[in-house]
């Protein structure tokens, strides 16, 4: 059996026309070639989950959740680490976003979230930091390593590359040994010692 931490890294935009899936192509070829990591990459735009979460597919789900919740939910059970790569906007993280979060619960416990951002001169960091506020409560953890890539379009080379990765690497390194040393500290405690309620 491999002893690769399983990551999922989400597509945290939606939106027709959007850049994150560059970046989220990205760390989740670096962290695949960094050795840690075997990869999930989650668009949430392939998710379709309801629009308006519903009692029954939430949280202790008594009833059969739908093939979209269920599958989702599968797919953030099974990951030990989570990277969510988001824009800013309007100062925060996209909705589609919040709403992945908020339909599920067990699935992000004792957990590292590792975060990306992207956006204008502050690099999508206030949608990093609100998102800091919100796992706690789903008893996820945040790690203090973020990437960022602030004005993104104006590194474009004349073939339409983004030319800003190579200046990340050094960093991405960073940010993946910090995220797999906290995915496999959780992973053992959550197998010596269940959760407290
Ligand atoms: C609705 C909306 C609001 C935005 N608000 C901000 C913002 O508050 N700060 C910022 O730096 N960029 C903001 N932007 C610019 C985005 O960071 C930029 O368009 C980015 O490419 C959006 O990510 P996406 O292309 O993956 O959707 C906003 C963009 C949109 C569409």
Redesign the pocket.
Known sequence: MSDKLKLAVIIG?T?E????PIPSKWIAETAAQHGGFEVDLIDLLDTELPQHVTELDLWSRPGEPGAAVAGLGERLHRADAFVIVT?????SYPAPLKHAIDYYMAEWAAKPVGLIT?????G?Q?AAEHLRQVFPELRATTIRHTLMFSMYWEKFDENGQFTGFGDAEPHAKGFLDELEWWGRALVNARKQVPLPA
């Not at 824009?87 to 100062?91: D, G, I, L, R």
């Not at 992207?118 to 502050?122: E, H, L, S, T, V």
Request: aromatic fraction near 16%; charge should be positive; proline fraction near 6%.
């Open positions: 935009s939106r026309g959007r850049w994150g824009p800013e906007y309007n100062h992207y956006g204008g001169g502050a999508g206030r």
